[in-house]
């Protein structure tokens, strides 16, 4: 069994370590043009040469939850585009969307400002019951950020396409129940795969229809955001601020907006970071489950982006 690792921006030595340290009778290969074909491909962010001169792949294993970018390259018909299931990814999430909503919840931000000023002064407590949180997709990450909010005993939505059900959590399912699940949110979190489908999904209408006074948590990936739809919001007052670790361009550019603005918190995309050992534990698994002609977690419906 041959396996190539293809990895742009990736250091490549320890994911063949890790992997061939679980898969020692397989032959595990970076990734050079004019190699030979193989059976199985690790990659994030190929070029579009290496799927090209790799027609024969069985499975095609992605080093990360989302596969918009390599759903965007002419793929072989044949093999089987697999993501990640977690891998440590989902407790990494919950981490970062509670620290975000408890921090504008009990506005520690302005706390941090005034006591930089010297200023001894307290805020009147707010009622969680005032803050409802709405989960915008309700996967494996979704679900786990949805019952660790829960647990700060905060109100909690959910709103998937097809329906889920998550104990604790208030589920809405498909487009005729997205503009009731959005008007019933203040804290929005959008765990959303990137599809045509959701693409500027955050936008001056569904943005707008969040309770007065809303706040925006985009954990999922850049392209659902209108950028210039946020900022008006902001301005206007209908948004109470944002939190924001994805974005359209990566890195966010020095002279973007988003850097400046009083209301925003930009961090470059640290909410869940791919676990090295975890996830090649994962792939490997999984690699050994195919050879074996058994069914495996985490295929990708290239129809319908995940």
């Not at 994030?44 to 001169?53: A, G, K, R, Y």
């Not at 008007?183 to 959008?190: E, G, P």
């Not at 020095?254 to 676990?275: E, G, N, Q, Y």
Request: one cysteine or more.
């Amino acid at each position: 069994m041959r396996i190539t690792v293809c990895c742009t921006d990736t250091k490549v030595g320890p994911w063949i370590e890790a992997l061939q340290s679980l898969l020692p009778e397989a032959r595990i290969e970076q990734w050079r043009p004019g190699a030979p074909q193989a059976d199985h491909a690790v990659v994030w962010s190929p070029p579009q040469q290496f799927l090209d001169e790799q027609p024969r792949l069985k499975g095609i294993f992605n080093i990360g939850a989302g596969v918009d970018a390599l759903l965007k390259l002419r793929l072989p018909p044949d093999p089987v585009v697999v993501r990640l299931d977690d891998a440590g990814m989902s407790v990494q999430m919950a981490e970062f969307v509670c620290h975000a909503v408890i921090r504008h919840f009990r506005e520690f931000d302005a706390y941090a400002r005034e006591g930089g000023t010297g200023n001894w002064g307290l805020r009147r407590p707010r009622l969680r019951s005032e803050f409802p949180v709405g989960v915008l997709g309700l996967g494996v990450l979704g679900q786990r950020v949805a019952q660790a909010v829960a647990g700060f005993e905060f109100p909690v939505l959910g709103w998937s396409r097809g329906g889920k059900e998550v104990p604790g959590v208030r589920c809405y399912a498909g487009e005729a129940e997205l503009s009731a699940f959005l008007a019933a949110t203040r804290v929005l979190v959008c765990l959303l795969p990137l599809t045509p489908e959701t693409g500027n999904i955050l936008n001056r209408e569904s943005l707008s229809r969040l309770q007065s006074g809303g706040y925006l948590i985009n954990v999922a990936r850049g392209g659902h955001l209108v950028d210039e739809d946020l900022l008006a919001l902001l301005d206007s007052g209908h948004l109470a601020g944002a939190a924001l670790d994805v974005f359209r361009t990566e890195p966010l550019p020095a002279d973007h907006p988003f850097w400046r603005h009083p209301k925003i918190v930009v961090t470059p995309h640290v909410s869940a970071r791919t676990l090295r050992d975890e996830s090649a534990a994962q792939i490997a698994r999984k690699i050994r489950a195919m050879q074996a002609g058994q069914p495996i977690a985490g295929v990708v419906d290239r129809q319908r982006g995940y």
